[in-house]
Every structure is written in structure tokens, then in C-alpha cells.
């Protein structure tokens, strides 16, 4: 018998790194804070299952069936990503700021909701009326004082305990700083309130733990998390939510509805507040996300997003014309954001030539935390000794993807700029 030897197999391709984010060649992304690119994962979960889509929780099919197991099994991953507890809720939502909107619609009658002046919108609007929104602080330190005696005036002779809420953010959408939240749910617990962190700008760049740092509620973006699918989550304490009425009357959200009128009962549970047909690809693209982050070395990515912020902020300090816009101190801890202004420039005009003429995409205004950002410009005006800085900023944000070479781009860009 005559064996033919043949030649050995070339080694099988390296499989994609499923944090790696699509992009455009020739095109600079320095604008994730808004709306981060898509991670391989997220793109390779929805390819995946795109041919089984069905309807979720409504059918007896094979593909009906896959389908309503992807989406528990997404919400599973979400949760256990965000470290939810045994009780806790994860509610599918279109954003963060339609996650906070369900927790202002779920609160008990009589809440006082106590914000910063530094939140963004989002984490601003939805509240009602009465809340308490404190100034913006000067240091981490003096948010927590700040809280502590806001909270110590609303218990004083408040026999009933109301119920309060502390609605803060993670991390600045304006600054990037980093916010002390785990300090800040310990001065809320003891003064019996609860907490929500909008956690939009810090989950992107830090893993969040809700039952590590003790907070009641967290919500978060789907398209700021490299999962651009339409999906959000709230996910906290079962009880609220469950006492409320649905965020959405509708199919899904109810386990009976009787002939006559009004008579519903409503589920319990995240369905309660999920009603219609859900955002299966959205939930699935966000779990996907959640599982490659939970399987990288989130040390490393740390050390390369601050690497590149120091770049960054050496960079534009060297520029005689720029002006960084902070709310604490120069060495707060943030993530990778970055605002500043051009002394004598239109940040509109500037961000357009970085984009028409360098292909470098940023962001400029005041990025949805007005009073924020105009108090921070004033400050910087104050700071710098110039009043020729103009009324809106510019804002870098790096993230999965951002390389070294990115950031020189743009400061010798910025350096160029006629």
C-alpha cells in the first residue's frame, strides 16, 4: 500500500479577540463617551443569532424557544457582570437615562431624591419635585460631607423615616472624574436612605460591583458598554419596582387581564416593566460584552486607558492656549475622559477641522450636563486668567481601541489647528 504523506495543516487562525472594536480605516474615534464602537463580541453575538430570531416569551418553535433562552440567559450574565444579588432585579431598558426614568416612575410616594449639580442630565430631569440637588463639590471628600449633612436635615424630626434616594454618578461625563461612591453608600445607609449610581461613563471603563459597594440601584448604557444595540439596564431592589405600576402597560407585562375594564393584574418581576416584544439582540450583545470584559485582564486595560491619559493631558497642558476643565483636584482619579477649551477658539469650529481635516472625531458643547459644564468653564476662566475662552468645550474619550498613535495624532493636530 502506497501512503501519500501529506503536507501538515497550517495552524488554525488565532481566534478574533472579542474585545477588539470595529472601525473605519483613516478615522480617529476619540469620541466613546458618547456612543462607544462595537466590540467584536457583541457583533459575533447578534451575527450568531440573528438567523434564530424570533419572538421571546410568546412562542412554542425551535426558534422561539432559542430565543427566550438568549435573552434569560442575557439577563443572567448582566447580572452577575454587575455583581446583583439573589433578589435584586435586572430590567431590560433602552438606555440609562430610560433606566433612571423607570426608577423616578417606581419610587414611593413621598421620596426625596438628593442629587449633585454635576450630574448629567439624565441623572438631573427625571426626579420630582422637591428633590434636593446639592452644589457641585470641590473633592470626593467634600461630596461625602456635602450628603452627609443634606441627609442629617432631611431626618431631622422626621419621625416617619420618608423614604430618600441618593441618585449619583460613577464617573463625570463632562471631567472623567471618578466619583466616591462606594463612601457615598455608607453615608446613605446610615441615614436609612438608598442608592442609585448612574454607572453610564464608569462601567465602560472599571468593573462595578452593586453588591460590593453596597448600592440599591445601578443603570447603565448598552451603547457605551461597545454593545450599540439599543439596550440599557436598571437592575436593584425587587421591592420598589414591584410596588409600582409598569413602566409600560402592555403585552408581557401582565398575568391576566380580565373582560372588564382595568381589570389587570400586572407581573411580578423584571417582566412587570418590560412590556412589548423586548430587545433580544440588545440584551444579547450587552451579555456578550459583559462575559469578554469579565475574561480580560481588566489590570492591563487600566494601565493602557491611564497611559493614554497622561499622553493626553501632558499633551494638552503643553499647548499655551488650552485650558482642562476639572472638578477636583488635577490628580482625582477618572477614566478616560478628557474636556478642555481652546483660549480664542470656536470648540464647534475646532472639533469640525479635527474632523474634516485630520479625520479625528470628538466632541464638543456642554454634553448633556449644562450646568456642570458652565459652571467648570467659569472656573476654568477664573483659573487661567483668560476671558477669551468660549462658551462650550471640547471632549476627548478613549477606550477599547484608542492606541498611543491616536492621541499624538490629535495633539499635533490641536498643535496645527490656523
Known amino acids: 500500500m502506497t501512503v501519500t504523506l501529506l503536507p501538515p495543516a497550517p495552524p488554525a487562525p488565532a481566534a478574533a479577540d472579542p474585545l ?40 412554542a ?23 446583583a444579588r439573589a433578589d435584586d432585579h435586572v430590567i431590560f431598558t433602552r438606555n440609562t ?15 426625596t431624591v438628593v442629587t449633585f449639580a ?16 446639592l452644589p457641585v463639590p470641590e473633592s470626593p471628600a467634600g461630596a461625602v460631607r456635602a ?41 446613605a445607609r446610615r441615614h436609612a436612605a438608598r442608592i442609585v449610581v448612574d454607572a453610564a461613563q464608569l462601567a465602560p471603563h472599571a468593573p462595578v460591583d452593586v453588591a460590593a459597594l453596597d448600592v440599591d440601584y445601578l443603570a447603565v448604557s448598552g451603547h457605551k458598554l461597545y454593545a450599540p444595540f439599543g439596550a440599557g439596564v436598571l ?101 478616560g475622559i478628557v474636556s478642555f477649551v481652546l483660549a480664542g477658539r470656536d470648540s464647534a469650529e475646532v472639533a469640525a477641522e479635527l474632523a474634516g481635516e485630520h479625520g479625528i472625531g470628538l466632541r464638543d458643547g456642554l454634553f448633556c450636563a449644562h450646568p456642570l459644564a458652565r459652571r467648570l468653564l467659569a472656573e476654568a476662566a477664573a483659573r487661567s486668567g483668560r476671558d477669551d475662552l468660549p462658551p462650550t468645550a471640547l471632549r476627548v474619550s478613549v477606550g477599547l481601541g484608542s492606541t498611543l498613535a491616536h492621541v499624538d495624532r490629535l495633539l499635533a493636530a490641536l498643535a496645527a489647528l490656523r
Open 20 to 59: 477588539a472594536v470595529l472601525g473605519v480605516p483613516g478615522q480617529i474615534n476619540l469620541d466613546h463617551a458618547a456612543s462607544a464602537p462595537c466590540a467584536r463580541a457583541a457583533a459575533d453575538a447578534v451575527a450568531e443569532l440573528l438567523p434564530w430570531y424570533a419572538s421571546v416569551h410568546r412562542g
Open 61 to 83: 418553535g425551535a426558534l422561539s424557544r432559542r430565543c427566550t433562552l438568549a435573552y434569560e440567559r442575557a439577563r443572567q450574565a448582566v447580572g452577575d457582570a454587575f455583581g
Open 97 to 111: 437615562t430610560d433606566a433612571l426614568n423607570l426608577l423616578a416612575r417606581a419610587l414611593p410616594t413621598g421620596t
Open 118 to 133: 454635576g450630574e448629567h442630565h439624565a441623572n438631573l430631569l427625571p426626579w420630582p419635585r422637591g428633590s434636593v440637588r
Open 147 to 187: 450628603l452627609d449633612a443634606a441627609l442629617t436635615e432631611l431626618r431631622r424630626g422626621a419621625g416617619s423615616a420618608p423614604p430618600v434616594l441618593v441618585a449619583v454618578t460613577g464617573a463625570s461625563n463632562v471631567t472623567g472624574e471618578r466619583w466616591p461612591v462606594a463612601e457615598l453608600a455608607r453615608t
Open 235 to 335: 437592575l436593584g431592589r425587587a421591592d420598589w419596582l414591584d410596588a409600582a405600576p409598569p413602566y409600560l402597560a402592555g403585552g408581557g407585562a401582565t398575568s391576566h387581564v380580565g373582560s372588564a375594564t382595568h381589570e389587570v393584574r400586572w407581573a411580578t418581576g423584571p417582566a412587570r416593566h418590560e412590556g412589548g416584544t423586548p430587545n433580544l439582540l440588545g440584551a444579547v450583545a450587552l451579555a456578550a460584552v459583559c462575559d469578554a470584559l469579565a475574561g480580560a485582564d481588566r489590570a492591563a486595560l487600566h494601565a493602557h486607558e491611564q497611559l493614554l491619559l497622561a499622553r493626553l493631558r501632558d499633551g494638552l497642558a503643553a499647548l499655551p492656549d488650552a485650558v482642562e476643565l476639572r472638578t477636583f483636584g488635577p490628580d482625582a482619579p477618572r477614566v
